[in-house]
């Protein structure tokens, strides 16, 4: 069956790491681009995080500019989210997203992606 699926959600005090795992399960990943989006309660999801898939561009939103690193495992056929100063408005559920043909640009948040994961939460107390 193909999808994707997160992984390394937790509870960690502020200024603690977490590192978010989106493994792909049926196809390649590496052809694909790759993009992290959270939802936090009561409010809208938003896009956290995006990785082209032909020249590995990377992309951030502005608040975790900085924190946050994306990269490739393609031996893993992974794509991981590095996350560092987590702070309590980093809480929400975050999901990965796979988008078929690799290419994802500086609109990326607003691409109609192939495959969801469920989600994994991610939450910040301390």
């Known amino acids: 069956q193909v999808h994707v699926a997160e992984s390394g959600g937790g509870l960690v005090q502020p200024g603690g790491s977490l590192r978010l795992s989106c493994a792909a399960f049926?196809?390649?990943?590496?052809?694909?681009?790759v993009a992290w989006f959270r939802q936090a309660p009561g409010k809208e999801r938003e896009g956290v995080s995006a990785?082209?898939?032909?020249?590995?561009?990377?992309y951030y939103e502005d608040s975790v500019k900085g924190r946050f690193t994306i990269s490739r495992d393609n031996a893993k056929n992974m794509v991981l989210l590095q996350m560092n100063s987590l702070q309590p408005e980093d809480t929400a559920v975050y999901y990965c997203?796979?988008?078929?043909?690799?290419?994802?640009?500086?609109?990326?948040?607003?691409?109609?992606?192939?495959?969801w994961g469920q989600g994994t939460q991610v939450s910040v107390s301390s």
């Open positions: 997203a796979a988008l078929y043909g690799g290419y994802v640009g500086p609109n990326w948040a607003q691409y109609e992606y192939d495959y």
């Open positions: 049926g196809f390649d990943m590496d052809s694909y681009g």
């Open positions: 990785i082209s898939g032909d020249d590995g561009r990377t």
